[in-house]
C-alpha cells in the first residue's frame, strides 16, 4: 500500500487554500493534462461533505472514470475523499490545513491500494506512484498560484 505524502506552503490564509483544495473547477484545471472532467454527482462548485464526483479522464492512453465521496470534513484544517468506485482497490485522500490569515501550510497524505494483486505492485513501483505523485505536486502547484494570486473568486463560487 503506497502512501504519498506532499507537503506546500502558500502565502494566502488557510480558508482560501482549503475552499481552493475542495474546488470541482480548480481541479479540472489543474488535470488539464488528463482532460479531466467531473461528469456526475458534483461538477463544479465547493464539494461538501457527503457530496459525490464522478470524474473522468484518460491516463496511460485509456479513458476511466473514478467516483470519490467527501467522508471527513472540518473546515478549514481537514477533509477526506474516499475512493467509491474506479480503478484502484481504494484510495483514501486526506487533506490537512495548518495557518492563519497570511500563510497556510497544505499537506495531501494519499494512501491507496492498487489493483491486480502483485502485477499492481509491480505497476507501483515501476510508474504508478511517480504518476500520482506528480498529479498530485502539479495540482498543488495550481492551488498555490492561484492562492497566492489573489484571483481566486472564480474558483470559489
Known sequence: M?????T?????????VFDLSRS???????????NE??????TSGL????????????????KQRLS??????????????????????RFDHDHYFEGDDQQTIMTDTFDYTSPCGLLGRMADQLFLKRHMTNLLAKRNQ????????????????
Open 2 to 6: 503506497p502512501i504519498i505524502k506532499l
Open 8 to 16: 506546500t506552503h502558500i502565502a494566502a490564509p488557510i480558508t482560501t
Open 24 to 34: 470541482i473547477d480548480l481541479h479540472v484545471e489543474s488535470t488539464s493534462q488528463t
Open 37 to 42: 472532467r467531473a461528469v456526475s454527482g458534483r
Open 47 to 62: 464539494i461538501q461533505l457527503g457530496e459525490e464526483v464522478t470524474w473522468e479522464a484518460t491516463h496511460f492512453w485509456i
Open 68 to 89: 470519490t465521496k467527501i467522508v471527513q470534513y472540518d473546515r478549514p484544517h481537514h477533509f477526506r475523499d474516499s475512493m467509491t468506485s474506479g480503478a484502484f482497490r
Open 142 to 157: 495550481v492551488i498555490k498560484t492561484i492562492a497566492e494570486s489573489g484571483d481566486v473568486e472564480q474558483f470559489l463560487l
